[in-house]
């Protein structure tokens, strides 16, 4: 048995969520809140109002408590009005920032060699 749906219908729904996530944007920006981060505040006094819970201080700043309607609430707000795929993506680190120097590799293994094995290594180098 399959099901036939309304196209333009389901289309039409989707169009509204997209455009609602950007309108609410525009509406925080007309207030002066321009990103994210900074509506952030807003949002968490906003779920600790509506849930009747305290914020409080963590090792990170200003938290509700964890995995509570209220936390889940300022997350789904800030999703709705900020979705995170039009937020841009964290730089990744380049290839070569995790390379280390090579003579700096091959200087810290020398000191690692014993007395013995750097005079080896000396006498080896002479004969060369």
Do not use: G, H, L, Q
């Given at each position: 048995m399959?099901?036939?749906?309304?196209?333009?219908?389901?289309?039409?729904v989707f169009n509204d969520a997209d455009n609602e996530s950007a309108s609410f944007a525009v509406r925080l920006m007309e207030l002066g809140i321009a990103s994210r981060a900074?509506?952030?505040?807003?949002?968490?006094?906003?779920?600790?109002?509506?849930?009747?819970?305290?914020?409080t201080q963590g090792q990170r700043g200003a938290m509700l408590p964890r995995d509570s309607a209220s936390e889940k609430a300022m997350n789904r707000v800030l999703q709705v009005c900020y979705p995170k795929a039009d937020a841009p993506k964290p730089k990744t680190p380049k290839a070569t920032a995790n390379k280390s120097d090579p003579v700096e590799a091959l200087f810290k293994k020398w000191q690692a060699l014993s007395a013995a094995e750097k005079r080896r290594f000396t006498t080896m180098q002479l004969k060369a």
């Open positions: 399959t099901k036939s749906f309304n196209r333009k219908a389901v289309f039409a900074e509506a952030k505040p807003f949002a968490m006094e906003w779920a600790a109002d509506k849930y009747k819970v305290r914020i």
